[in-house]
């Protein structure tokens, strides 16, 4: 019998592990954004570098990949409200497409986790996932809800505003899973 997706051989992550797992990340999407706003600041750039480099996305991708779909979407959810709670930030008209965005991030980059695909391939299906659930999102607010605080040009510009920071993401991702994965081999 053949399957479409072809699953690796994970252990199964405990619930304890991956409650850490996911506090870990919220923690990280609050801390990492920080650096990049710190760093703006004092480069005069003001939020642009957090725009370009999507830090928010970094450890919620990465939960998904390591501790699964349940550890993502959770993370996803609740760092964008963590991180508004604690910072302001992001802006209260587009935290919930945040939050919406990254958990679908977290959970795609999870329900990913144990198919035979290199992590690049899982990132970038994650990616590609999260942006069209955070388009979903930000059409219904606009065409359903009739939301006029967010505009659907938003879409194609934070697109192009983070190239830098998908790619960043296609960079150190990989890098990471791989040193995490082999640290549980040593």
């Known amino acids: 019998m053949s399957t479409a997706i072809k699953t690796a051989e ?3 992550l405990s619930v304890k592990v991956q409650t850490i797992a996911t506090l870990a990340a919220i923690v990280g999407a609050v801390a990492v954004p920080q650096v990049f706003h710190l760093l703006g600041a004092a480069s005069g750039l003001g939020t642009s570098l957090g725009e370009a480099f999507l830090p ?7 939960v998904g990949l390591l501790a699964g779909p349940y550890a993502g979407a959770i993370a996803g959810l609740l760092g964008p409200l963590a991180s508004f709670a604690l910072s302001g930030m992001p802006g209260i008209v587009m935290l919930p497409f945040m939050m919406i965005e990254l958990c679908g991030y977290g959970l795609s980059a999870g329900l990913l986790r144990n198919t035979k695909l290199p992590t690049f391939g899982k990132v970038v299906i994650a990616q590609i996932a999260g942006r069209a659930v955070r388009a979903v999102a930000i059409l219904a607010a606009v065409y359903l809800l009739g939301n006029e605080s967010v505009r659907v040009a938003s879409i194609w510009t934070s697109i192009a505003t983070g190239l830098f920071g998908i790619a960043l993401q296609w960079a150190l ?7 995490v994965e082999n640290l549980k081999k040593e």
């Open 10 to 12: 994970r252990p199964r």
């Open 56 to 62: 928010m996305h970094l450890p919620i991708i990465l």
């Open 173 to 179: 991702l990989p890098l990471i899973v791989y040193r």
